[in-house]
């Protein structure tokens, strides 16, 4: 048996299938996007809340690390079998549920006086988001085969750039113009205000997303027919298709770890980003959420572009070590910063630009060999494993910070890992057709 690994067949796409597909991506990726951008706004809101909430409850940078990590311990213990249900009830219904959930609870963060009422919100919010992010990835492998996938979760992914763009000046006003309304703190503003978007787009999920090309009305029986023959004939030449052929494949766990120190470097960014430029003598929670626009913006840029050109030249290995690399020399940059700002922002464009390209060009290598219901296990198993990284990364910083005084040694520590992602992806079998 063969089977294309890492690399997305040759075989050129026909120009009426490139219509029909452009038709496809026009009708499902805008809603998926914007949801994608709130999640992502609301799981990282918390590193702007910060400027304020620690001085406020009078939280320490090893407690603010605990906290924002432990997020990702609930997303990993209810990842898998979110990914199972959303597979067997369908995505419209379970995804509804994801974002209505999450909204709650992140809104209901505003309420925190303690650590550990700070810890039990942040782990309720990763057990009611697990899944979503799996999930998009699964939804996606319903409508597009996997040479049109690249772009497709490129898009996807350019949620968390724009939520950067977008979020943090947002933040940043919330936080400087809101605080004392109704005599609520700008902090507290922020996770009510940011929250109640995810609880409106759940209803619009419930009335607008398709749960499979055979349910949508939109297509016609032909664009059906070519949508169904395409995918179910690269679901035939994929190796894994049982749910329990993924828990004992060590390609499935190598590319845990690989995300895992991609991740390392994504939260490292995610949620201390306003600080690392705060602490260059930038005080104005505005003025920080705008200058945080900055290194998405390029993110944004970057990511696009090599996705387009991963899917023209049908490689995947080089499009992710590439990206690592950058990250991890940005991240080197950005520890000998001192108090320089113009190094401080060049150091975390570079870092940022790395890790926002990373993800989606990863996610082109688990999909490329998953089928079946392997397919939504393989996919959560990889992606909350990976997202460990979520969790040991703040707070590792947080404990590592709250020691030395510096975010140095923590910023050197991911810089590692994403070469140590980089090495690993290289392991990769590169060839185009492998005999099994």
């Known amino acids: 048996m063969t089977q294309a690994l890492y690399t997305a067949p040759n075989t050129p796409p026909l120009k009426a299938e490139d219509g029909l597909y452009r038709k496809i991506a026009w009708r499902i990726m805008p809603i998926i996007l914007i949801c994608y951008i709130v999640a992502y706004i609301d799981r990282v809101n918390v590193g702007f809340a910060k400027l304020q909430m620690v001085g406020d409850l009078k939280f320490s940078d090893g407690v603010y690390g605990f906290g924002a990590g432990i997020f990702f311990l609930g997303y990993f213990l209810f990842e898998v079998p979110s990914n199972l249900i959303l597979h067997k009830a369908g995505a419209r219904v379970w995804i509804c549920r994801v974002l209505v959930t999450w909204g ?103 009335f607008c997303l398709d749960d499979r090309v055979a349910g949508a009305n939109w297509l016609s029986a032909e664009e059906k027919a070519v949508v169904v023959a395409e995918i179910g004939e690269e679901a035939n030449a994929k190796t894994h298709h049982t749910t329990l052929s993924v828990f004992i494949s060590p390609r499935i766990w190598l590319m845990g770890a690989i995300y895992f120190g991609i991740e390392m470097g994504s939260y490292a960014v995610g949620f201390w980003l306003p600080t690392i430029i705060r602490q260059t003598g930038v005080k104005d929670a505005f003025n920080i959420g705008l200058l945080t626009a900055v290194p998405y913006t390029f993110a944004l840029i970057a990511m696009i572009l090599v996705g387009r050109h991963s899917d023209k030249t049908r490689e995947r290995r080089w499009h992710v070590v590439g990206p690592c690399i950058v990250a991890a020399l940005g991240f080197v940059l950005c520890a000998q910063a001192g108090g320089s700002i113009a190094i401080a922002m060049a150091g975390l464009t570079l870092a940022t630009v790395g890790v926002v390209t990373a993800v989606p060009m990863f996610w082109a290598l688990p999909t490329s060999f998953l089928g079946g219901g392997a397919a939504a296990a393989g996919i959560a198993l990889v992606n909350c494993t990976g997202n460990l990284g979520g969790f040991f990364s703040p707070a590792i910083m947080g404990m590592l910070k709250g020691y030395s005084g510096t975010f140095n040694s923590g910023l050197f520590l991911v810089a590692g890992c994403m070469l140590a992602s980089s090495v690993l992806v290289l392991t990769l079998v590169p060839a185009k057709l492998v005999n099994r």
């Open 104 to 206: 709650i609870v992140s809104g209901c963060t505003a309420l925190v006086r303690t650590p550990t009422e700070f810890y039990a919100a942040r782990l309720l919010l990763g057990i009611a988001e697990a899944g979503f992010f799996p999930g998009m990835i699964l939804y996606l492998t319903y409508w597009f085969p996997s040479h049109r996938r690249a772009q497709m979760v490129a898009i996807l992914l350019a949620g968390s750039a724009i939520s950067g763009i977008v979020g943090g000046p947002v933040s940043g006003y919330i936080l400087h113009y809101c605080s004392g309304i109704l005599g609520v703190r700008g902090w507290q503003w922020l996770f009510i205000l940011e929250a109640a978007p995810a609880v409106v787009l759940g209803v619009v999920i419930l």
